[in-house]
């Protein structure tokens, strides 16, 4: 079993920044691929991006990219999320997920791509 704990929401104000974090336990955490999803007010769940088992790949959403940099720590069993110049339209419920993967430069976006969810952290960004 895998246990995954988010941290760094938030409430913070346009323009601003914030890391996120996600911290795995269990199985091997340097064997899964890892993504963070997010789901604003009203929204689905949507992924924001993916990093592969090794780190050496990642995928951003559109709205992600220029912004936001995922990056790990297989030493720590950690994720990270660092989001740039927040905006209103990223208030969200942040998740971080885990997917197993054969292969190190494999990541997942699809939601059912993932095997394991965290509960998520909350982030409101203020106009």
């Known amino acids: 079993q895998v246990h995954l704990v988010e941290s760094g929401g938030g409430l913070v104000q346009t323009g601003t920044s914030l890391r996120l974090s996600c911290a795995v336990s269990g199985r091997t955490f340097s064997s899964y691929a890892m993504g963070w999803f997010r789901q604003g007010p009203g929204r689905e769940r949507e992924i924001v991006a993916a990093i592969s088992m090794s780190g050496s790949r990642t995928y951003y959403a559109d709205s992600a990219k220029g912004r936001f940099t995922i990056s790990r720590d297989n030493a720590k069993n950690t994720v990270y999320l660092q989001m740039n110049s927040l905006k209103p339209e990223d208030t969200a419920v942040y998740t971080c997920?885990?997917?197993?993967?054969?292969?190190?430069?494999?990541?997942?976006?699809?939601?059912?791509?993932?095997?394991?969810w965290g509960q998520g952290t909350q982030v409101t960004v203020s106009s």
């Open positions: 997920a885990a997917g197993r993967v054969g292969s190190s430069t494999t990541y997942y976006y699809r939601n059912s791509e993932y095997d394991y």
